[in-house]
């Protein structure tokens, strides 16, 4: 059991404003969310499960169908996972744009859901893809696309 106040679902948590000594956010600087992330890996026994510098080299469906193979670039080494969590963006909420779709009956998703939908994107039927947006994600999703084989068009605002 670890000691400290409990959060979401119950698990404990290290508070920030316990490791850094900031009243206003917006005063947050890059080595003071460092020194947090590090304190919380080392409470939590995390340093040791962490792999830094690491660069992944493809992630696909283990071949019983259910679990995540990763495998890990510049070696032969494949990581199997139950679940997979791809957090690589700066924000956990999505932004799901009003686009009017008209009579279109076609899939869209977020990039979120790429991961749930992988088959539905590198699936045979699928030639072209569009991507609307402009932040990271977009670029992630451009060049899963374009490494699936498909067309890939980016609508982006001029500014």
Not at 17 to 46: C, M, Q, T
Not at 135 to 147: E, M, N, P, T, Y
Request: charged fraction near 25%; hydrophobic fraction near 35%; charge should be negative.
């Amino acid at each position: 059991m670890v000691d400290g106040p409990t959060g979401l679902f119950g698990y404990s948590y290290l508070p920030m404003r316990d490791v850094i000594d900031l009243k206003d956010w917006s005063d947050l600087p890059g080595e003071k969310v460092y020194d947090y992330l590090h304190a919380y890996a080392e409470k939590f026994n995390l340093v040791e499960r962490l792999r830094l510098s690491t660069t992944i080299s493809h992630i696909s469906r283990n071949l019983d169908g259910k679990a995540w193979d990763v495998r890990i670039a510049d070696s032969e080494e494949i990581v199997t996972c139950d679940k997979l969590i791809i957090a690589t963006g700066l924000y956990s909420k999505p932004y799901c744009p009003d686009v009017p779709r008209g009579e279109l009956d076609s899939f869209v998703m977020h990039s979120k859901d790429m991961g749930i939908h992988h088959q539905e994107l590198t699936s045979e039927k699928v030639n072209r893809i569009t991507v609307y947006g402009g932040c990271k994600s977009s670029v992630d999703a451009i060049i899963f696309c374009l490494q699936a084989g498909k067309k890939v068009d980016w609508v982006i605002r001029e500014t």
